[in-house]
């Protein structure tokens, strides 16, 4: 119980000084904000992707390790705010991230299955530069990893600290419409469970995964 309050004051704590960076540099525009006819420079903003499925995992079988399929498609939805600063083009995104991550199944024996799901849940930053025609950043978020298992008929469930970091970029297609891509490494935390020969290795799951986002800027 003490261990998840932890993490879950960990991620409050995270989430809270990312806000604070984003207004304190939003801040930092005020003067342009304020100014007769000044251009709006904070648009929040919804965006899609698609991702590839970030959970791997590795099971050992009479002390052979084999790595389940877990290969697939995942959807990330995303709900933020940018500012963009019109004299140095610095640009700050803060967004909510949440990616439910497809199923994957995959068979031990001929009555044996292994299945993997779960969610991911990430309070990200964005910082870079934006010009005319695009934009390049870096990436930094935390949050949680909701994992579900199931191995030979029993359920595993477990929440775990997460983190991410990255780069990413984009191009404008209109003034509201934008495209991105980018590469993150993704922390899971660490699962184990057993059901009789079968094991899940006490590991930390992770992932590189390469993403294509469709973003709508308000």
């Known amino acids: 119980m003490k261990i998840n309050a932890l993490r879950n004051y960990s991620f409050l704590g995270i989430l809270i000084t990312f806000i604070a960076v984003f207004f304190t540099i939003s801040t930092s525009h005020a003067e342009i904000i304020l100014a007769p006819k000044a251009p709006s420079i ?19 079988i009479n002390n052979e390790v084999i790595t389940p399929n877990s290969y697939g498609l995942s959807v990330p939805l995303s709900l933020g705010i940018e500012t963009v600063n019109p004299t140095t083009k610095l640009l700050v995104r803060m967004e909510l991230e949440i990616t439910p991550t497809m199923a994957s199944e995959t068979p031990l024996s001929p009555r044996t299955m292994y299945d993997q799901s779960g969610t991911t849940l990430f309070a990200n930053l964005h910082l870079g530069t934006q010009w005319k025609y695009g934009a390049i950043y870096g990436i930094l978020g935390a949050g949680m990893a909701f994992h579900e298992k199931k191995l030979g008929g029993a359920d595993y469930f477990k929440t775990n600290f997460a983190f991410n970091i990255g780069l990413g970029g984009g191009v404008k297609i209109t003034r509201n419409f934008g495209l991105d891509v980018a590469i ?13 020969i079968y094991r899940i290795d006490a590991h930390t799951l992770y992932a590189f ?10």
């Open 42 to 60: 904070m648009r929040p903003y919804i965006a899609v992707g698609i991702a590839t499925n970030p959970f791997r995992s590795s099971v050992s």
């Open 184 to 196: 993150t490494y993704q922390n899971f935390g660490e699962l184990e469970s057993q059901h009789n």
């Open 209 to 218: 995964r390469p993403s294509l986002t469709l973003r709508y800027t308000f």
